[in-house]
């Protein structure tokens, strides 16, 4: 519970929430923090990125560049729209949110990284991913290369884990059931940027990462709260990488709205949430 004093915030309807998804993802990613945040009064605008929600052969030509121009198009026409505009990304998602605040000075509104995948060295990953770097520089064989979703999809709960299975079996489109190791690379060079950039935000920022992500270590988080100004961490104990889906679902909508709601221009103060760890001064 907080206690908070503030003068009269803008309506709702003048927040916008900008929501980017993960690679090989839509919305669908977002799981119940998706329809959460929609529901405090905040126009949610989840943005499909170029090569996705098509086919997965549409994403072997597709350049990080063209992911972080379409997300910037969509933010700079809600910044016309909207008082107050937030971002937020998941996974691939996170770190075109983190690169796009930075590259923006996004000031009007709050970051949220979920699941960032800084590092790739979750616990389900081969030994021998890392030697993907040597692929990319044989002309096209990357783009041939698939890389598929395997078990545990990012999903620790048992239950939800076979809704997923299903989907990929029929094949669903709202996530892709396998991608072309030419975006593995793309993404690989958005983590060099955000590495890089990453100090820039202005904008008050939370991280939120599972203790167990199988696809990228609690690291990721600890790094760019050291590099970000304003960033506090939540660690989540009971799921995998997919935490808007997954056993702690509830737990990240909660947070995520309630930082969300606190909007940054309105003068609010309030008293951290338990669940935070926040970044030490």
Not at 99 to 118: I, M, T
Not at 244 to 271: E, I, T, W, Y
């Amino acid at each position: 519970m907080r206690t908070t004093t503030c003068p009269p915030t803008p309506s709702p309807a003048r927040t916008a929430a900008l929501l980017i998804h993960g690679l090989g993802g839509t919305r669908h990613d977002f799981g119940v923090v998706y329809r959460q945040i929609g529901q405090t009064g905040i126009d949610t605008h989840a943005i499909t990125l170029p090569g996705h929600g098509t086919t997965p052969d549409d994403l072997s030509d597709t350049r990080a560049e063209e992911w972080l121009d379409a997300v910037t198009t969509v933010y700079r026409k809600l910044l016309a729209q909207y008082d107050t505009v937030h971002v937020a990304g998941m996974c691939m998602g996170a770190l075109l949110a983190i690169l796009l605040c930075a590259r923006e000075q996004h000031s009007v509104g709050r970051l949220v990284a979920l699941s960032p995948p800084l590092r790739l060295d979750g616990w389900s990953l081969p030994w021998y991913q890392r030697l993907r770097h040597l692929l990319y520089v044989v002309p096209t064989l990357a783009a041939r290369i698939k890389v598929e979703e395997k078990a545990p999809y990012g999903i620790k709960n048992t239950q939800v884990r076979r809704i997923v299975e299903s989907r990929f079996a029929r094949g669903d489109n709202s996530h892709y059931s396998w991608v072309p190791l030419a975006c593995v690379r793309e993404v690989d060079r958005l983590r060099r940027w955000t590495r890089r950039e990453a100090a820039r935000i202005a904008c008050p920022t939370l991280i939120v990462h599972a203790r167990e992500d199988e696809l990228t270590s609690l690291e990721s988080a600890n790094q760019l709260q050291r590099r970000i100004p304003h960033a506090e961490v939540s660690v989540l104990e009971n799921s995998y990488h997919m935490i808007g889906m997954d056993n702690d679902r509830k737990q990240v909508a909660s947070q995520v709205n309630d930082f969300l709601l606190d909007h940054p221009s309105s003068g609010c103060r309030s008293m951290p949430m338990a669940q935070r760890v926040s970044r030490s001064t």
